[in-house]
């Protein structure tokens, strides 16, 4: 069982950044797909970026692209997502997630990933 856990949220202002980390406790042997989703109110959850633990790869969403960056950090088991220029289209609740993968690709699709953290608040103000 892997656990999630994710800090780094809160209120900044438009054109501001924020560092989301995400620490994985649990039986984290093996490779991972982590990845970071958002749900704004009154919508789907979506896709944001995600990293293969192995292979360094990465992918993000077009609306974030050149603007958000996707990290880990081996040794701390830590997945970061920096993320500047924030617009207020970006507050929602961020999650981080993780996937079991035998491969070097990315999962993008969120029936792909196992596990969830609960979640932290992203509020960008205009």
């Known amino acids: 069982q892997v656990q999630p856990v994710e800090s780094g949220g809160g209120l900044v202002q438009a054109g501001d950044s924020l560092n989301l980390s995400c620490v994985a406790s649990?039986?984290?042997?093996?490779?991972?797909?982590k990845g970071w989703f958002r749900q704004a109110p009154g919508k789907e959850r979506e896709f944001v970026a995600a990293?293969?633990?192995?292979?360094?790869?990465?992918d993000y969403t077009d609306s974030v692209k050149g603007r958000f960056t996707i990290s880990r950090d081996n040794a701390k088991n830590t997945v970061y997502l920096q993320m500047n220029s924030l617009k207020p289209e970006d507050t929602a609740v961020f999650y981080c997630?993780?996937?079991?993968?035998?491969?070097?690709?990315?999962?993008?699709?969120?029936?792909?990933?196992?596990?969830w953290g609960r979640g932290t608040q992203v509020t960008v103000s205009s």
């Open positions: 997630a993780a996937a079991r993968s035998v491969g070097t690709g990315i999962f993008t699709v969120l029936r792909s990933y196992e596990y």
């Open positions: 649990g039986r984290t042997f093996g490779n991972y797909v």
């Open positions: 990293i293969n633990w192995m292979s360094g790869k990465t």
